[in-house]
């Protein structure tokens, strides 16, 4: 029989081994990382919080790729459009020589700007180099840009002006990925492809440098076609690299798709930190709940068609709805995140008509309903079936973006304890009050008939503290 004593003493020495190792288990999986993230949790400067604030943002993925817009020698590429150089049914010299095509005499920089600004977009994030190599700026740095097509002029400039004098934040997508560049190379397996990724990499430096350079009221830099190992070996170079670019614009915004740690590790490092200002990760798909998202800012971004970034002439497969994309947006900002919406222009510089069509339907709701969206976030209530939550930054109010309109007209809300409802109403109808019907403690129906059902409508809540209500505080829970 085991006396007491020594029984309590066996709880304490396993108590103690369980400290021990515990402590010696979270020590032990920190690893010491030169190139990993430098920063944990959020940034808390103001470029960054209007970023995140943005809720809608337009993607534009315009290059050679729209003059074949998915479609060569009358046969259809079944990939997306964008890609179409990497197709066997092509040469690549075919492929490059597009340039002497490239001629687009309908682009119109601010009507792509008021497109993006009536659909309620705040912000834009343009393919300045896509995987091809072509760039929409006069490069000094390769012959394989704008300069050299019968357009001859800068792409970028007109842009960045437009959508800065319609009041749109710009972000440079950059393609480190380059096709059409001799030191590009998927991995470094011999000293020449060393020798030859190496001048790849003062080219990629000096193109960036120059970007920012040329257009330094772009806000950010979004990164793509970083996967491939001769990239994701170089974490050294790309860390300091991203070091320059934020010396040189300070402020500067770059997601977790840039560079990769020590150990190849991308997007989070190898102590699973995020790497860069934001996630961006999420892409043609969305996060289900909040622990999807690991406190992290994040964008989405979202193709029209299933995937089809480029222009593609033929529209087909499943093309989203504006009620769909609104959901999408609704959703993205119910998670603290920004939901940013992909055109792909046509290679004589026009929008289709049925991406313009999307993007006015879009912004016809953004125009009654945005104040449910704009620097909202995510409002720690339980999702209900009705469509999602949202709330605005540092402030008492929440929204009901609804979705699913119940027959009953009874819209049901769990409030965290200590939490009442100061005034519900519809964001359309300030002046009257929707009835409130408290079910269970801090759970409440709220009774509201939309004036239309066809589209999402919102029920506003001004939430205040409850006096004398036990349970959890209020100001803990920061609905
Ligand atoms: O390969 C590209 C694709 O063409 C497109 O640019 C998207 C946009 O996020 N990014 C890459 C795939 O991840």
Redesign the pocket.
Known sequence: MVRKPIKRFIALQLLFILIASTTYAQNAERIKLKHGSHREGKRTDSVMQKWRGNGLGQFI?WGLYAIPGGEWNGKQYNG?A??IRSWNGIPKSAYDSLIYKFNPINFNADEWASIAKNMGAKYVTITTK??DGFCLWPSKYTSYTVANSPWKKDIMKPLVDAYDKAGLDVILYFSIMDWNHPGWRYDIKTKADSIAFEGFKKFTRNQLIELLTMYPKAKGLWF??TWDKSWVKQAKFADELEAEMRKLRPGLIIGSRFRADEYGKRHFDSNNVLMGDYEQGW?RKLPNSIADVHGNDWDC?MTIPENQ?GYNKAWKGHIKSSNELIEMTAKAVSLGGNFVLNFGPKGDGSIRDEEKKLASEIGDWMKVNSEAIYNCEYSGLEKQDWGYFTKKREKDKVYLIIFNTPVSGAYRVKLPAKTAIAKSYLLTNPNMDLRVEEVHSNEYFIYAKPTTEAKPFVIVLDTKKKENNGGNNYEKAKI
């Open positions: 993925h997306a964008e890609w896509h995987h793509d076609g892409e971004v970034w």
